[in-house]
């Protein structure tokens, strides 16, 4: 166990809808980041939090937005839901941000109905 | 063009069979090259990190990085059924974060 874990485990939505996934980074963790993995694909990196503020971001647009608290957790916000949205969300917290490890957690599987 | 090019697989192999997976990049600023495996509803566990090139080898996993030709390889000797699971390549420019990864191997130990 990696000491990361999300919630929910899985969630069914429709499109235009809003969700908001959640991570426990580990204790001390000041760092996470989020990745979204379709069906076959590997994970797609989407944004990092540094001491809660965004620190990097991929190729998502502004719909997918989230927030970094003190208490190592945090959140993935996305708004008007598509089908191709239809993913597992990963989350990844490390020790810093430059950090040669990160720890995953098991993810949260989202369909777009 | 992917900037992580994998073979997605699947792979089957008999148990105690030596296993080579490997992926190509086109981006040369990558300098961190890491190895995860993934069972099935879990996460990416990470398996093996290398800077730069050469080689690093831990117990049975031996990972190579070659980037005058964008080549990273991880071999698995002796495989176990347990070794069953999605092998992902990644790559990044700045350390363990904003990783670009492939596609994945699915590979299958047979007993």
């Known amino acids: 166990e990696t000491g990361v874990t999300q919630s929910p485990t899985h969630l069914i939505k429709t499109r235009g809808q809003q969700v908001t996934l959640r991570c426990s980074s580990q204790?001390?963790?000041?760092?996470v980041s989020w990745y979204q993995q379709a069906l076959g694909q590997g994970p797609q990196f989407i944004f990092q939090y540094y001491r809660e503020e965004e620190n990097g971001r991929g190729n998502f647009p502004p719909r997918f937005s989230g927030l970094q608290f003190p208490n190592y957790s945090s959140e993935l916000n996305v708004n008007a839901l598509e089908l191709d949205d239809s993913a597992l969300y990963l989350c990844a917290s490390s020790f810093e941000r430059g950090a040669d490890t990160q720890y995953f957690g098991p993810g949260t599987r989202l369909t777009v109905l | 063009q992917k900037e992580v090019e994998q073979d997605p697989g699947p792979l089957s192999v008999p148990e105690g069979a030596i296993v080579s997976l490997n992926c190509t990049y086109s981006?040369?600023?990558?300098?961190?090259f890491m190895w995860y495996r993934q069972y099935s509803r879990k996460g990416p566990e990470l398996l093996m990190y290398?800077?730069?090139?050469g080689n690093k080898e831990d117990g049975r996993f031996t990972a190579q990085v070659d980037k005058s030709s964008k080549y990273i390889s991880l071999f698995i000797r002796d495989s176990q059924p347990s070794d069953s699971a999605t092998y992902l390549c990644?790559?990044?420019?700045?350390?363990?974060?904003?990783?670009?990864f492939g596609t994945g191997t699915r590979l299958t130990v047979i007993p």
């Open positions: 290398t800077y730069s090139s």
């Open positions: 981006n040369s600023a990558f300098q961190y």
């Open positions: 990644a790559m990044s420019r700045t350390g363990a974060n904003n990783l670009f």
């Open positions: 204790s001390g963790h000041n760092t």
